[in-house]
């Protein structure tokens, strides 16, 4: 009910701090990585970051499907139901998290050996790969934990739990590789004692709810109905994200061939990079909750108001983030690593994706928008065509010809 605008501006802001944070929480370890251990331990931290968003963004996806599920629940009035979907989700967290860090340990010797990952980074990629599995579980249960706060409007508190998150991990980076001198191990460690109070300050919020969102450890289980809304939304959502992440290590493989400089360049620039998808993913997440809520209460037209805005702040807050990152990528390149030859090959993805990445936080946008409303498999679908195949037919045609 009421007006739209300043309604999601206060949802999607903490979402966009959130993002930020996400994202400083990712970037803390590249750069502490390239300005106190070495070039190649930046290069290993960069070059499995797409193995580990290929594992991550399934239980991401699979997190979607419960706040759309509960947000229609919310809009419904359908409190009983409420109560079925929070216990649900966090056993499919419990679950999905163990299994997916397990795979993840498993199997990442053969994929960092799949993506060619060279010889001089090789030690420290796995060390850090190996650590960022075992937080996976955590991870897990915080996406899963928020995206319930989200559901009924609450985007606060997800964004205090990361924030003290960010925190820790920073603090924890510098002693144990500055004090204690454990390099790349040091990292990933700080990784997992950060996830971990992620995970337990979300579960003590949801534990402290009123009504039907309040979470009884005692009671966790799962109820089929539920558990098959959330997977109808949600693996078609963590599939799209996954597929996107096999493009992307399927393109890590290839830079990969060109050096550690050039590895640690493409990190440092995807680390600045996915500051400008803070507007992508606040608002598309905004789309979602307000379309999923307006879709339970049977309210239509203002489903179609919801999109009218949400592409209204996407084209603003996306066209002035990307031209800035155009305008100051070296500075910002050089918070990563002041080797000249790392800067010049981090300013090749800058400049190229920046000044249109706005095209991207607008398709982001239609994604959430549709996912609100129930649709899943059609966004999924044409997402996969457009940003995986192409960029997979480009890899092994145009590229391939001319590296």
Same mark, same amino acid.
């Given at each position: 009910?009421?007006?739209?605008?300043?309604?999601?501006?206060?949802?999607?802001?903490?979402?966009?701090?959130?993002?930020?944070?996400?994202?400083?929480?990712?970037?803390?370890?590249?750069?502490?990585?390239?300005?106190?251990?070495?070039?190649?331990?930046?290069?290993?931290?960069?070059? $499995?970051?797409?193995?580990?968003?290929?594992?991550?963004?399934?239980?991401?996806?699979?997190?979607?499907?419960?706040?759309?599920?509960?947000?229609?629940?919310?809009?419904?009035? &359908?409190?009983?139901?409420?109560?079925?979907?929070?216990?649900?989700?966090?056993?499919?967290?419990?679950?999905?998290?163990?299994?997916?860090?397990?795979?993840?340990?498993?199997?990442?010797?053969?994929?960092?050996?799949?993506?060619?990952?060279?010889?001089?980074?090789?030690?420290?990629? !796995?060390?850090?790969?190996?650590?960022?599995?075992?937080?996976?579980?955590?991870?897990?249960?915080?996406?899963?934990?928020?995206?319930?706060?989200?559901?009924?409007?609450?985007?606060?508190?997800?964004?205090?739990?990361?924030?003290?998150?960010?925190?820790?991990?920073? $603090?924890?980076?510098?002693?144990?590789?500055?004090?204690?001198?454990?390099?790349?191990?040091?990292?990933?460690?700080?990784?997992?004692?950060?996830?971990?109070?992620?995970?337990?300050?979300?579960?003590?919020?949801?534990?402290? &709810?009123?009504?039907?969102?309040?979470?009884?450890?005692? &009671?966790?289980?799962?109820?089929?109905?539920?558990?098959?809304?959330?997977?109808?939304?949600?693996?078609?959502?963590?599939?799209?994200?996954?597929?996107?992440?096999?493009?992307?290590?399927?393109?890590?493989?290839?830079?990969?061939?060109?050096?550690?400089?050039?590895?640690?360049?493409?990190?440092?620039?995807?680390?600045?990079?996915?500051?400008?998808?803070?507007?992508?993913?606040?608002?598309?997440?905004?789309?979602?909750t307000f379309s999923s809520q307006n879709m339970g209460a049977e309210k239509y037209q203002r489903v179609r108001r919801v999109l009218a805005v949400c592409l209204a702040a996407t084209l603003v807050g996306g066209m002035t983030l990307g031209l800035l990152i155009y305008a100051f990528?070296?500075?910002?390149?050089?918070?990563?690593?002041?080797?000249?030859?790392?800067?010049?090959?981090?300013?090749?993805?800058?400049?190229?994706?920046?000044?249109?990445?706005?095209?991207?936080?607008?398709?982001?946008?239609?994604?959430?928008?549709?996912?609100?409303?129930?649709?899943?498999? !059609?966004?999924?679908?044409?997402?996969?065509?457009?940003?995986?195949?192409?960029?997979? $037919?480009?890899?092994?045609?145009?590229?391939?010809?001319?590296?």
């Open positions: 009910n009421g007006p739209l605008p300043g309604k999601i501006l206060r949802f999607a802001i903490p979402l966009a701090l959130s993002s930020i944070l996400q994202q400083l929480l990712n970037s803390a370890d590249a750069s502490i990585a390239g300005q106190f251990v070495s070039n190649f331990s930046l290069a290993g931290i960069g070059g $499995v970051n797409p193995v580990t968003a290929m594992f991550v963004n399934l239980f991401v996806g699979l997190s979607i499907g419960a706040n759309v599920v509960v947000a229609m629940h919310v809009g419904a009035g &359908e409190f009983h139901s409420i109560k079925k979907s929070v216990h649900t989700a966090m056993t499919l967290s419990l679950i999905a998290g163990v299994m997916l860090g397990a795979a993840g340990l498993a199997l990442a010797p053969w994929v960092l050996d799949a993506i060619g990952m060279p010889d001089d980074s090789l030690a420290d990629a !796995l060390t850090y790969v190996r650590l960022y599995f075992c937080a996976i579980p955590f991870l897990t249960i915080y996406n899963f934990g928020s995206a319930l706060l989200r559901a009924h409007g609450d985007a606060k508190r997800p964004l205090y739990a990361l924030a003290a998150a960010v925190v820790m991990n920073f $603090v924890l980076d510098l002693v144990f590789v500055r004090l204690f001198s454990w390099g790349t191990a040091g990292i990933g460690i700080a990784t997992i004692i950060a996830a971990a109070l992620s995970a337990a300050i979300v579960v003590a919020f949801l534990m402290r &709810e009123e009504g039907p969102f309040r979470l009884h450890l005692r &009671e966790l289980s799962i109820s089929g109905p539920e558990l098959a809304g959330i997977l109808r939304i949600g693996i078609p959502a963590g599939l799209q994200s996954s597929m996107f992440s096999i493009s992307n290590v399927l393109i890590q493989s290839a830079i990969n061939s060109f050096g550690a400089a050039a590895i640690a360049g493409n990190t440092a620039a995807a680390s600045i990079e996915g500051f400008a998808t803070t507007v992508s993913n606040s608002i598309s997440q905004a789309a979602l990528g070296t500075p910002l390149l050089s918070l990563f690593n002041t080797d000249p030859d790392v800067i010049a090959n981090g300013l090749i993805r800058v400049s190229h994706n920046m000044p249109l990445y706005v095209l991207f936080c607008m398709q982001d946008t239609f994604v959430g928008q549709l996912r609100g409303i129930g649709y899943s498999l !059609l966004p999924t679908i044409t997402s996969l065509s457009g940003i995986c195949l192409l960029r997979v $037919v480009w890899l092994y045609t145009a590229f391939a010809a001319s590296p």
